[in-house]
């Protein structure tokens, strides 16, 4: 009996010793004492580097840039979400809701809320915001537009044509309000998105949008029929684009080396003057819309 | 026998010597790096990607430019912009210890470690054991303030729950500590704060370097300080104006109407307070959402499960399985936020009028609640708080009467038996 208990005891010894460190968390790289020293001193020193790089403007004029985004492989059928609450004003009628990531208009193909916005530019045409408020409505426990534009500065006009009370929830923005039945609330974004944010309601969890806020408005989403125009731009200077798709959250890779398309979802474009380019029909293969 | 007896009572202290060995001698305390957002530095976490993930390089950059900026747990740097207290900053930081004159310093390590985390990201030993998990700082969200929802909370604001400790959570008073202490310790938490959202800041700006930066963060003043630094910073300095006007409570309000006129807010469209807090108010109705915290990690488990479902190939498998792992060690189980129960009495941002007329005003920043502010009148939301403070009072006026006993079926389990008795 108990040389069999003195038999166990070293394997109890080392089960112990196994679980006494803990399961190990994954360690990220260590820092460059020496290099965080250098960097500290040049930080506190108030002379380096203070003088802003306003860039100067490159190029003069303005030009359009057009174009249109076809889905190039078979529309899948949308899925049916899934609706429990409020069904009254949720699903009148038996009505269904359905998965709005992926809009595909059936006759064309044309690829809905693709958008694009420009990174940087060293002219802006319109200096202010518009004053007349975006309008953002919601019908029947959904959002009615899934993506949507705005200058920062603009105000948006959050509606509910609902009889019954939302939320409307703009993720890492101040923006969380209810909004009551058929009312609305004014939401003016101050701050510039990068990607588009997500725009819920957590009364109706299937609710679900995206907005995108740029401070120089310009930032088009595809329409219905896929395509877009992004008017004024600044000619004369290189411009790089991000595209953007609700199903690419980490950017619309094509393959378009004439566009000099890169992996981030990125496009340059220099524009002449006065002219409406059209960069005519770019196609979205499914593999490009697999992300959520 | 004898001798394998008297073997087997040194066994024990053999074994917990060899196991205190096995672990080493303990390294300096460090911060560690946010691994969650290096392997996913996207503010949307659902647009999580295996080529957004930092290199190792990159990571290696952030942790030497947050060492530059914040010095260590045992050696806080705080640079100027950061607008924080470099003398309250020593009393808090390092490990417990009395100074020449006797005072402690280390108070963070002495009190609120072991939930919060060295690093300030709630994932101390005891924080996977307590519900709700304590607080992550590093995103810089806080709940229970008197500022406009996205505003930072004021000095007094944290002093006060440090005072007051958070009731319904772990959270305790810590009134027994000097009024220095607490100071002391609501500076070095807004250290921890702005540190983290440094962090945050400086791993999604890798996303937006152009291909001629090469993969690396500018190092300028200009950068680090101008535009990462000091917007955080200014947050902090600037949330004193942010606080939310309370309008007086109507004078010569007649209660049991003003209760009234709540309880028909409460349950009518325009403040629609019923949609999540239930008609019971028990806090039953949308119970299955969560907090900003909780949610990011949902998106991302989702988002692997989709990897590990669905036809990706083996790289990408495998970059789903490392991420995996670094989750079992940087974020907790999530957990549903349930709406709170209004008939217990317990408000965690405090039961001051006050208090409830900040969280209907503005909503609870990090959380589902919205604000109620510009769709629901001052007067209205006065009437809101009278009738949520008469809920956990039964009809014969006494505390704790559960009135959900009303609604419950007759014939529901347990009921009948404790009728019975």
Redesign the interface.
Known sequence: M??S??RI?PL??LA??AA??G???????????A???T??T???SSE??????ESAPVGTGWATLKGRFLFAGTPVERTVLVVD?DMEFCSPHGMKLYDQSLRIDPSTKGLADVVLFLRKSTRVKEASPPSEPLVFDQKNCEFITPVFASRVGQPVDVRNSD???H???I???????????Q?S??YKPASE??????VTC??H?WMKAYAVFRKDGYVAVSSVDGSFELPDLPAGEPL?FQVWHPRA??GLKLDRPDLKW???GRFQITLEPDVLKDIGTLEVPAAAL??? | ?MQ??S??SV?PV??MV??MA??GPTPPASF??N?VE?VSP???K????S??ELT??Q??QV???????FGTPDEP?C?PEAGLDPAKLRLAAGPVRSDIVGRKNGLFREHCVHCHGITGDGLGPTAAFLNPYPRDYRPGIFKFKST????KPTHPDLVRVLNNGIPGTSMPSFALLSPIEVVALVEYVKYLSIRGETELALM?QF??L??EDKGRLS????F???EVLEPIAAKWTTAADAVIEVPAMPANLDLAASIEKGRELFYG????CV??HGVTSLGDG?A??YDDWSKNIVKID??LD?IAT?DADAKERQWAA?FR??L???ALKPRTIPPRNLRQGIYRGGRRPVDLYYRIHA?INGA?????????APEDIWHIINYVRSLPYGLDGELGADRSVAVRPASAPGLASREEK
């Open positions: 108990d040389a208990i003195t005891i109890m010894v112990a010793l006494g460190c399961p190990g968390r994954v360690v990220g790289p260590v820092a460059d004492a290099a965080a020293a960097l500290r040049a930080l506190l380096a580097g203070k003088a802003a790089t609450k009889m019954t009370g939320n409307t929830n993720a890492t923005t101040p923006f969380n309000q209810s909004i009551p039945a009312g609330a004014i998105t990068g990607m588009p944010i997500s957590n009364i969890p790089e959250a980490a890169n992996p981030k697999s992300g959520s | 026998m394998a007896r073997l087997l066994v053999v074994a060899l196991a096995g672990c560690r790096l691994m290096a996207t503010a949307e659902d647009s999580v990607a080529d957004q190792p390089e990571q290696k942790a030497t430019i947050l060492l530059a900026m740097v640079l406009e929802r996205a505003d999604r996303f937006e152009d291909e190092e300028t003043r200009e680090l300080i101008a469209d325009k403040a629609n949609k999540c949308q299955n959402d989702t988002k989709g669905g490392e792992q670094v079992a060690g940087d909503g589902p609640m919205p604000a109620a502010k510009g769709t629901v």
